[in-house]
């Protein structure tokens, strides 16, 4: 009798793991994208260009308004643009991004901290081989504009707009979608991925409370205009520092032409939300204020003044190296809803362009054999992109407190911090090296 019962209770078993077995081998048909930020529409063009053997893609934004014009600030785009270019949009950005080839840092006194030019600083990282990158560019876009260069070559009806995902539901066919409006997805999808932010529906099915956001204590006000900047300045990144405050000012590739831009950086322990759909806001005057009290130039000054909307946001931040994704790998997180850091080294739309078109190569990989499982492919997204941010973060979170230190005392330490570091060449290498891609 036992004879029978050990093979009866080996095909019970077997029975068992098929479905899972079954769900994980499925080719990948049908992928859900929430969010329709820079990642979110860079991987809904990496899906369709690579070799993925995914055939319907659909990205749900939660907002009507994120994807007009006006909305939104200046993205600096350096390592994000080699992945973009690989995509086939470098003739497009060549067209409509500013390049930069200047990046210039003094205190409000006028002392200059850090002056860098970043075509020689590129040219002595490639060529003392700490780098294989052949084609460093290093550009300024306005939001807008890279958002409607990546959806442009998206087939009509890719994007929905007004469709917050409240919650995600997984059965062995796949995982369903319910949004705010009461509606839910037709079919279930083979794999749904968050790009919707640090506290996206998708972030919490795949982790739940787990590593709440961090606030940052910093916040910023984005100005946007046109005209006042010094002439000439295009194509140079302004840095200033004065008493507890950091100040950007820099020109941007923008839907027709070029945009001014300042962010003013500060520390402010008070709460405050991220801004997620980009409200304007009306700090104007408080920015000004903020600028003259701590005696900023009058260059900076004007382009504060210059500018007709203003954006005023909260930085958080959450811990990289814990859950990317669910445990059979079909719900899987990429930039800010895995990895939010502070703008402080402008790597935020960078890092979540990379996160794409590393989870696409990682599944056209899949379509080739070289993974057995879903699960074993997403692994690999993480393993090669988890340890890149995780550093990024640390220094991200590090140059935000040295860069809003109050006082006397603090502002001695940090203008000699940037000054010795553009010294001895390690602003040379962070800026250098931020613009090669790790995917």
């Known amino acids: 009798m036992l004879c029978y019962v050990a093979p009866l209770l080996g095909l019970l078993v077997l029975l068992q793991l098929q479905p899972e077995a079954a769900a994980l081998q499925a080719p990948l048909r049908r992928i859900a994208i929430v969010g329709a930020g820079a990642g979110g529409l860079t991987l809904a063009n990496a899906l369709r260009k690579l070799d993925t053997g995914v055939d319907e893609v659909e990205v749900f934004e939660r907002s009507v308004s994120n994807l007009q014009p006006g909305t939104g600030g200046g993205i600096q785009i350096n390592s994000g643009a080699s992945i973009l270019r690989l995509l086939g949009f470098g003739d497009e950005l060549d067209a409509s991004a500013q390049r930069i080839t200047r990046v210039l840092t003094r205190a409000a006194s006028g002392r200059v901290l850090l002056d860098l030019d970043v075509l020689e600083a590129a040219e002595r990282r490639r060529n003392s081989g700490q780098f294989a990158a052949s084609d460093l560019k290093f550009y300024a876009i306005m939001r807008d504009r890279l958002q409607q260069m990546l959806l442009a070559q998206l087939p009509d009806g890719c994007l929905q707009l007004g469709k917050e995902v409240t919650n995600l539901e997984q059965t062995d066919k796949g995982v369903s979608l319910r949004f705010r409006d009461g509606s839910a997805s037709q079919r279930p999808y083979d794999m749904v991925v968050g790009a919707d932010g640090i506290a996206g529906a998708v972030k919490a099915a795949v982790s739940g409370t787990e590593t709440p956001a961090v606030d940052s204590g910093l916040r910023i006000q984005l100005g946007v205009g046109a005209g006042n900047r010094p002439s000439g300045a295009d ?205």
Request: net charge neutral; glycine share 12%.
């Open 235 to 439: 194509s140079e990144l302004h840095q200033w520092f004065g008493g507890n405050t950091y100040a950007l000012t820099a020109t941007y590739g923008g839907i027709g032409g070029k945009s001014e831009m300042i962010a003013i950086v500060y520390q402010d322990r008070k709460p405050m939300g991220e801004n997620i759909g980009w409200q304007t806001a009306d700090v104007t005057q408080d920015a000004v204020t903020r600028l003259e009290e701590r005696c900023f130039p009058q260059e900076v000054v004007n382009v504060a003044k210059g500018c007709d909307r203003f954006f005023q946001v909260g930085v958080r931040y959450r811990n990289p190296l814990t859950k990317w994704s669910s445990t059979d790998g079909r719900m899987v997180l990429l930039g800010d809803s895995a990895h939010a850091m502070p703008p402080t080294l402008g790597q935020g739309a960078n890092q979540a362009i990379q996160d794409a078109y590393c989870l696409a190569e990682r599944l056209q990989a899949l379509k080739r054999g070289d993974y057995g499982s879903v699960r074993e492919a997403v692994r690999s997204y993480e393993a090669t992109r988890k340890p890149l941010v995780a550093s990024l973060l640390a220094k991200s979170v590090f140059l935000g407190g040295v860069e809003t230190l109050d006082g006397p005392v603090g502002a001695f330490v940090r203008d000699n911090f940037f000054s010795v570091m553009g010294t001895v060449g390690v602003a040379e290498k962070i800026f250098v090296d931020g613009g090669v891609p790790r995917v």
